[in-house]
């Protein structure tokens, strides 16, 4: 395991009775791991982006909500109860998209109410089990993953990805990573393109410090330059992650792969989506029907600058995550199998209700 492999994006310090982040806004050229006990501490974290990527956001929420339970002053399970689900709410208010946040909140939900009428010890001991789970799952998941996608690879090919869907954003492998991740243990020789990500820069300040200390081949290229490296024929394939698949395909992903994916179609390039079953909303008929996270314009017109980049006062407009077509879409690589269109008979056939 390489050390890279070794830094976890989120856990529990049993010990410490704290949620231990790794600070995703000081990569990548600070390691800082950041103690946290205090909901209101968590929620920031989120809403932050110091953990970000969907099945990370799950996980913490999971600890989250444990640990909501741990430090409620609360002696009967109804007091319990009423700690958790304040916590629960709020959390559920730090960022809208991703599903897995609300994935996660609702399975800590359904522990509580399976062991009410337990002593309050025996609550916070099945909340804490359901919490690991989550995060035991997610590395099962992102492997599986990382096998089905490994059969759409070959050695020496080229593959484009967009924002930060990698070990960082989930726990080991990732998920549009995890082929990616699985071909490089198998000698495959990929060589990533990763597109930097505007206005926040996961792809530049995540997925290419983090490919590269795992000694894949990556090189990094602004937003704009995809469809250059497309059209040259330098890209055979893209893998992208996930914040929210809609039941018909249609799917929530980083600001800026609905346009990777109309690239990818102009120039024939398979275009693979990977997420683990918790990421796909069976609630959700279409993409219309994904909340979309509109952040501070301020990310884009000053944040990265040592002095603004933009007229002060200027209006902005910085969307967090766009929706991709299913018609853009080759498949959906899960932990499950691989989904092809029509993605609800797919999704139904790999069990989701
Ligand atoms: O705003 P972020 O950094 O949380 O957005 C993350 C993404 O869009 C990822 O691609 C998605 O969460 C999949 S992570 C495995």
Redesign the pocket.
């Known amino acids: 395991m390489t050390e890279f492999a070794k830094l976890e994006a989120v856990r529990l310090d049993e010990e410490k009775g704290a949620l231990v982040l790794l600070d995703?806004t000081r990569l990548p050229t600070e390691t800082v791991f950041l103690n946290l006990r205090d909901q209101e501490d968590i929620w920031q974290a989120i809403y932050s982006?110091q953990v970000?990527?969907?099945?990370?956001?799950g996980i913490a929420a999971g600890y989250a909500c444990y640990l909501a339970a741990k430090y409620s002053p609360a002696d009967s399970a109804g007091g319990l109860e009423r700690d958790f689900i304040a916590a629960r709410d709020h959390l559920a208010t730090s960022?809208p998209?991703?599903v897995?946040l609300f994935w996660a909140l609702e399975r800590m939900t359904k522990t509580l109410e399976a062991n009410r009428d337990e002593p309050v010890a025996a609550i916070r001991h099945a909340l804490l089990a359901e919490s690991h789970a989550i995060k035991d799952e997610d590395i099962r998941m992102c492997r599986a993953i990382g096998e089905h996608g490994l059969g759409l690879v070959k050695p020496g090919m080229g593959i484009l990805t967009?924002?930060?869907?990698?070990q960082l954003?989930?726990s080991r492998y990732?998920?549009?990573l995890a082929p990616i991740y699985v071909a490089h243990e198998k000698g495959y020789n990929l060589k990533v393109f990763a597109d930097e990500t505007r206005p926040?820069l996961?792809g530049a300040r995540?997925t290419a410090f983090e490919l590269q200390a795992a000694g894949v081949d990556v090189t990094l290229i602004c937003d704009d330059v995809a469809a250059s490296v497309m059209k040259r024929g330098w890209v055979q394939a893209v893998f992208?992650?996930?914040?929210r698949a809609a039941r018909n395909g249609d799917f929530?992903?980083?600001i800026g792969?609905l346009g990777v994916a109309i690239m990818a179609k102009r120039y024939n390039i398979p275009f693979y989506v990977?997420?683990p079953h918790s990421?796909i909303d069976m609630r959700a008929p279409s993409g219309d029907s994904i909340e979309i996270?509109e952040r501070n314009p301020k990310e884009v017109t000053d944040m990265w600058y040592e002095k603004p980049m933009a007229p002060e006062n200027v209006k902005g407009y910085n969307p967090?995550?766009d929706v991709t077509d299913h018609e853009l879409v080759t498949a959906i690589i899960t932990e499950r199998g691989i989904a092809r269109a029509p993605y609800e008979e797919s999704f139904r056939n790999m069990g989701l209700a």
């Open positions: 995703q982006l970000r990527g969907a099945p990370a956001i960022r998209t991703a897995n967009h924002c930060n869907a990698g954003a989930a990732g998920t549009a926040l996961q995540l992208v992650g996930c914040d929530a992903n980083k792969t990977c997420l990421t996270e967090a995550f």
